[in-house]
């Protein structure tokens, strides 16, 4: 079992910045491909960004790219975003997942799942 908490939410005027974190309980963190998902009100879950267990592969969903940054932190076993240029629609609860195999976009294929943070951007 893998236990991710997520931190970080909160509220942002649009144009600002924020850094969220998830830490993992996982005994081998390298092991696990990681994601970031978001899903806003009345809305299904859509894909943000990913790393691959080596950090080598992150892609990003079209609509973050250029603003957001993902990267993970091996030794303290922790997943970031870093998130910049927000704007409205970027609000939405964020979950971190983990699967052991190859790092999809697909939702379906994870895991674990943390509880989400809240994100919300006023305009």
């Known amino acids: 079992q893998v236990q991710l908490v997520e931190s970080g939410g909160g509220l942002v005027q649009a144009g600002g910045s924020l850094r969220l974190s998830c830490a993992a309980s996982a005994r081998t963190f390298t092991n696990y491909a990681m994601s970031w998902f978001r899903q806003a009100p009345g809305k299904e879950r859509e894909f943000v960004a990913g790393?691959?267990?080596?950090?080598?592969?992150?892609p990003y969903a079209d609509s973050v790219k250029g603003r957001f940054t993902i990267s993970r932190d091996n030794a303290k076993k922790t997943l970031y975003l870093h998130m910049n240029s927000l704007k409205p629609e970027d609000t939405a609860v964020y979950y971190c997942?983990?699967?052991?195999?190859?790092?999809?976009?697909?939702?379906?294929?994870?895991?674990?799942w943390g509880k989400g943070t809240q994100v919300t951007v006023s305009s």
């Open positions: 790393i691959s267990q080596s950090g080598d592969d992150t």
């Open positions: 997942a983990a699967r052991l195999l190859l790092l999809t976009t697909r939702a379906l294929r994870y895991d674990f």
